[in-house]
Every structure is written in C-alpha cells, then in structure tokens.
C-alpha cells in the first residue's frame, strides 16, 4: 500500500495577510504519485468593520505562480455532480438550517432574507452550479451560505486530484504546461494574487478562513521488492510442484515397473534356492545311505 503523508492547515486571510505557501516536497519527487487536496472556507477572525467576521471571498489557487482556479472549480464540481445528489442536497440543507438558526441566537441579522437565501440556493440545478467561485461574500450575511463554506465539513464529497486538476490545466494551456512532479509551491490567495496576478487591487480586502488538507500519495519501494520476492517464491513453488508431479508420475510409471520387475526376480530365485535346497538335502541323504551302504559291505568282507 502506497503511503500517505499529510499537510493539514487553517489559513486566515486578514490585511496583510493576503496570501499563503506551500512548499512541495523536494525529495523522492519520482514516489509521489498524487496530491489529494480537501479545503472549504469559513468566516474569518473578526469583520473589518464590526465583530462578526465575513467569510472567504473568491479564494483563487496557483501552482508556480499559474493560475489553477479555474481547473480547481470545475473538478470540484465535477466530484459534487459525481455524488449522490439527494444525500449532498439534504447535507446542504441541514447545514444552512444549523447556521441560520445560529444567526438567529446571535440576532446579527435577518434571518427571514438568510432563509430566502438558502431555498434558492437548495433549487439551484445542479446543486454544483452554487460553486462558481471558491467563496463569495455576497451570498447570503457575509458570504456564510455560500457552498464552498460546506465542502467536506458537512457535505460529503472526495477529495480533488490535484494531478487531475494539473491534467487538465496542461491541456487548456499547452504553451504553460506544468509537470506535477517539479511543483514547487501551492499559493492561496484571498482574490487575484499579488505575486502573479495583474488583476491584483489593494481595494481587495482579505477576508475569511480557510481550511485545507494535502494527502501526499508516495509510492512505498519496499512494496515493490516484496512484490519481487512473492513472484519469486510462487515460481518456486511452481517449480518443486512440477518436481514433485515427474516423481510422482516416475513412481507410477517406470520405476514402480522397475520395482515389481525386481520383486518377481527375488521371489523367482527365492523359489528356485528354496527346490535346490531341497533337491541338496535328498542328495545329502542318499549319499549318507550309500555310505551306510558301503560300511555294511566292507564289514561283511573281512
């Protein structure tokens, strides 16, 4: 079974803070053999101009500085289309319920417009087609209904390929193409990033939490030598098996010929020492009567 490592971090995109990296490993590049990715946003630490904080607002991902947001999106909504409907519908649903009834013990808002809110966003078909963006703050108070603040959390979905979300990148842009095993660094930015983007504006202010998890799929060696060593035992025993059936076949064919040919020599001979040991003994006792014979004669002459 191939290994897994994982990267697990909270991000909150507050002013300054508009951006984070990661680094991608640097050694055994060749093992990995997928980067799985899980991430959903939330509201952030405090709202810039009151306490209640808003949530991520079109959170865009680069890898070496290009700009895989979109490839992202659309393979996310490609898993959520991919999962059972009604159960990621009624997820959905359970979740918005839990959180307006929240803002309702909170009395930050009105929750009569949230409720409105939601019913639209739980009629929207397909359900993926809430996510045209990772977060955005206008849906719903402080961008908290959006459905990328849900993702993995409470509703269920697998987790992105980021070889895939790569794949598809390489085939949209064949002039920037990317090979997912000299990746570099991971950027999250709170909207266009200021390191690549010329779309960046300083009237973008950062804003929410996000949460994700890389699972580093690295391709385990040992199992490769272990996989070696059982051919190599199961030739073995295929081998002694053959052995084992020519010997079988041996003693019932030839040699157990060979056996029973012998046997019927030795107790043909044992038969013929058995009459000639018989014969001997009758020759023994007329010898012995004709010298009992000869004595009589001898002693009847003188």
């Known amino acids: 079974m191939d290994q897994v490592r994982i990267i697990s971090e909270k991000l909150s995109f507050v002013p300054f803070n508009y951006e984070y990296t990661f680094f991608a490993p640097q050694t055994d590049r060749i093992l990995v053999q997928d980067l799985l990715l899980s991430l959903y946003g ?25 700009d895989l947001t979109l490839p992202l999106l659309e393979e996310l909504r490609r898993l959520l289309d991919a999962s059972d409907q009604v159960r ?40 993926s087609g809430n996510l045209k963006s990772l977060g ?11 459905i990328f603040n ?12 980021l070889f895939q979300v790569i794949k598809a990148h390489n085939n949209q842009n064949p002039d920037e193409k990317i090979n997912p095993l000299e990746i570099k660094r991971l950027t999250f930015s709170s909207g266009p990033c200021r390191l690549f983007s010329p779309n960046f504006s300083t ?10 998890q890389f ?15 059982q051919s190599q035992l199961a030739l073995l025993q295929k081998n002694i098996e053959t052995g084992l059936t020519d010997i079988r076949k041996l003693l019932t064919s030839d040699i157990s010929k060979k056996l029973r040919e012998i046997k019927t020599s030795v107790d043909d001979t ?21 010298e009992n014979t000869s004595q009589e004669i001898l002693k009847s002459i003188n």
């Open 215 to 229: 699972e580093i799929l690295v391709h385990d060696t040992l199992e490769d030598k272990l996989d070696a060593l």
């Open 42 to 66: 939330a509201p952030g630490v405090t709202h810039p101009g009151g306490s209640f904080g808003i949530s991520c607002n079109n959170i865009f991902f680069y890898i070496d500085g290009k």
């Open 150 to 161: 849900f993702l993995y959390k409470e509703v269920e979905l697998a987790p992105v390929s």
């Open 136 to 146: 955005d703050a206008k849906v719903g108070f402080g961008g908290h209904l959006h």
């Open 270 to 290: 044992s038969r013929d020492i058995t009459i000639a040991k018989f014969e001997l003994l009758n020759l023994q006792k007329r010898i012995d009567s004709l």
């Open 203 to 212: 009237n973008n202010i950062p804003t929410g939490t996000l949460s994700c």
């Open 88 to 127: 990621a519908k009624k997820q959905y649903s359970d979740a918005l319920d839990k959180w307006i009834s929240l803002l309702t013990q909170l009395n930050i808002t009105d929750t009569v417009k949230e409720r409105a809110i939601a019913a639209a966003l739980l009629s929207t078909q397909p359900l």
